[in-house]
């Protein structure tokens, strides 16, 4: 029956045990209850969002949330950019995730989409500036990285002008990234590959790749997924 009800709620479905109950609790039971207040207070059809404590919203107005997306505690969540951050169903972003899309009155970033049943792990920054797109199916490790925008130099060969170039930042579905990586502006990171741990991505990767290294350089390919063939 709990079971059941979650995967009504959420959209998610999990194996449970008698012994999972109190973690159930903690861990999902909180976080919704902060969820479903979080839409009302808004006027927003719930839709089984989970939040963790303690999250800051800048203009939450310009957030689209699918189904059964959980944000774990201690985040700030800049929604400011021109198109606002799409969460696809069941997006996970782990606890003090860092999301900026200005900084302060300066010019609004692009936006952010992530596609569903993407997750990204904890200590995550993305600093937006040009388009931000993560796929469907994505799993990401902690401590990631992205810079949608860089830095150039002024007239008198100073980085501190203020002037900046803004390419965006997409990662296709089904891409792996391990703990620690780092993606800078104007990179593509093709379907179905892998990113190995403490990475630094400057150019982009190909699909089905596996890459590694500061920077990261492509060491062997990887064969499509059945279903990404059909």
């Known amino acids: 029956m709990i079971v059941t ?3 009504k709620l959420t959209g998610r479905t999990y194996a449970i045990e008698p012994s999972d109950i109190g973690y ?3 861990k999902g039971g909180i976080p919704f209850l902060r969820g479903l207040m979080w839409s009302v207070i808004r006027l927003r059809r719930p839709s089984g969002l989970l939040l963790g404590p303690g999250i800051q ?3 939450a107005s310009r957030l689209a949330l699918g189904r059964g997306v959980a944000i774990g505690g201690y985040g700030y969540v800049d929604c400011a950019a021109s198109a606002g951050l799409v969460l696809g169903d069941r997006v996970t972003l782990r606890e003090r995730v860092w ?3 200005r900084s302060g009155l300066n010019d609004r ?3 952010l989409r992530i596609g569903a049943r993407s997750y990204v792990g904890p200590n995550a920054v993305i600093g937006l500036g040009g388009p931000v797109t993560i796929g469907e199916d994505v799993q ?3 401590g990631l990285t992205i810079t949608a925008e860089s830095h150039e130099a002024g007239p008198d060969g100073s980085f501190v002008s203020g002037a900046v170039s803004r390419q965006g930042v997409t990662i296709g579905d089904r891409c792996w990234l391990g703990n620690n990586v780092s993606i800078l502006d104007g990179v593509t990171i093709g379907e179905g590959s892998v990113i190995g741990a403490g990475s630094i991505v400057t150019r982009s990767i190909p699909a089905y790749a596996v890459a590694l290294g500061t920077p990261a350089k ?5 064969a499509p997924a059945v279903s990404a063939q059909a």
Do not use: D, E, M
């Open 218 to 222: 492509v060491r062997r390919s990887i």
């Open 5 to 7: 009800l979650i995967k």
């Open 99 to 101: 999301i900026q899309s």
């Open 140 to 142: 990401i490790g902690a």
């Open 109 to 111: 970033a692009v936006g």
């Open 24 to 26: 159930l609790i903690a």
């Open 57 to 59: 919203f800048v203009q």
